[in-house]
């Protein structure tokens, strides 16, 4: 037998595979943290991307808008040469705003914000906790030409200097993250959230692809409008470490740093797998089931029709949305989770319904996690009380000479069948 570990919440679930199976591990390429992480920060910002710190001169007022809890953006590196160099400017400490973006998650409380921002920022600046469903907090700033409304949190729009930090990383309908996306989504509205992500349904919404992307296209029309100034980004490799950081205006560090990303994440295989094993990466990226989503889909790009994919996703917070699980309740079948969702408006939540349901119809979908197993089969998932236990139940069933992936940090890793 053959021991393989996967990162499960904070810890690790191992399982063993019989030594007679093909196994591959696929995962993002290796690739050495920088040595000094915040000397690669603050070197980026010493030479900003189509953006000069002489024209900010005086500046009095900064909003900076960053990721929630559901992500894992080393702010502990980003923020203090980021603060720095705002200090510098002689930006004082009440003119510094942090915002938190949580787009259609909950908003955050104060009690939850050392989970995002680093002890020294906290007590020292203002923070204001986003919420997508207080237009009187929003301000309107017309339509892309996709037809989305964009609204911002107005207390960030008002700030003189507007600064995005967050991580470029594959995305599984925009492409990738990072650049403007923390504030187009992240402060805007349910109703643009929502619109945003219905474009998820034109050709060209994949993860992985930037250019020629409807989502993210619409992503980057509404970050000009509300005028985001600059993005600070990391881009990490398989165990968190900042490979490279990137400063400037938001589209030229994306068009930067989106051929590193997809460098690092884009893996080829020859063939679909009978079997996937799928761990999205650990806490916060198995959360809860909305995060967790993401390891089904870019795992479920490399097994084959029929096949059975496991999802190990610890989901120590629920679902992460009510209006999913109520999605759910109304439907008893995959057939009837895709018909149901065709025939109504797209609404961010459900929406993962009609994801997960588009991939239970391509495989048998077994779910490894802390959830009560009544609700797992009320969302239609198989569940299971260990890997092991899933692996066990699954492979009398499989083929002879059964090919078997491993995807440890699968939200991370764009796996593709080659010539596909």
């Known amino acids: 037998m053959a021991k393989f570990c996967v990162p499960y919440g904070t810890e690790e679930a191992c399982f063993d595979l019989p030594d007679t199976l093909a196994v591959d591990v696929i995962a993002p390429k290796e690739v050495p943290g920088a040595p000094d992480p915040l000397r690669t920060v603050e070197e980026a910002l010493a030479a900003p991307l189509a953006f000069r710190w002489e024209d900010w001169a005086g500046v009095r007022t900064v909003a900076i808008a960053v990721n929630d809890k559901t992500r894992p953006v080393p702010h502990d590196v980003l923020l203090p040469p980021l603060l720095a160099r705002l200090e510098a400017l002689g930006v004082p400490p009440e003119g510094i705003t942090f915002f938190i973006a949580n787009g259609t998650h909950a908003p955050m409380t104060p009690d939850e914000y050392d989970k995002v921002l680093p002890s020294g920022v906290l007590g020292r600046y203002r923070v204001v906790s986003h919420d997508a469903d207080r237009l009187e907090d929003l301000e309107y700033l017309g339509e892309t030409r996709w037809g989305t409304p964009v609204w911002v949190n107005r207390a960030y729009r008002q700030a003189d200097l507007r600064v995005a930090v967050g991580n470029i990383e594959p995305h599984q309908f925009a492409g990738f993250s990072g650049g403007v996306k923390t504030v187009v989504v992240g402060l805007g509205a349910r109703a643009e959230i929502d619109r945003n992500h219905a474009l998820m ?77 799928s761990s999205p990466g650990g806490h916060p990226k198995d959360i809860n089931l909305y995060q967790a989503q993401k390891g089904l889909r870019h795992a479920a790009q490399v097994v084959r029709p029929g096949g059975v994919l496991i999802l190990v996703s610890a989901c120590v917070e629920g679902t992460g949305s009510r209006s999913y699980e109520a999605f759910m309740e109304q439907v008893s079948s995959v057939e009837e989770a895709l018909e149901r969702f065709a025939q109504q408006p797209f609404r961010v939540g459900p929406h993962k319904a009609f994801l997960i349901a588009q991939d239970m119809r391509r495989a048998t979908v077994v779910l490894v996690s802390r959830l009560d197993p009544g609700l797992v089969r009320r969302l239609l998932f198989r569940p299971a009380a260990s890997v092991q236990a899933a692996v066990d139940e699954v492979l009398p069933g499989l083929p002879a000479g059964a090919r078997v992936a491993v995807l440890p940090k699968a939200s991370s890793t764009v796996p593709r069948v080659a010539g596909a």
Request: proline fraction near 8%; glycine fraction near 10%.
């Open 201 to 277: 349904m034109q050709p060209g919404a994949e993860m992985g692809r930037y250019q020629g992307n409807p989502v993210r296209e619409d992503i980057e029309e509404a970050g000009e409008k509300i005028g985001v100034h600059l993005a600070l980004n990391a881009i990490m490799n398989i165990h968190g470490e900042v490979v490279q950081a990137l400063a400037g205006a938001p589209r030229a560090v994306m068009e930067a740093g989106v051929p590193i990303s997809q460098e690092i994440c884009m893996v080829s295989v020859p063939q679909p797998y009978d079997l996937v094993i």
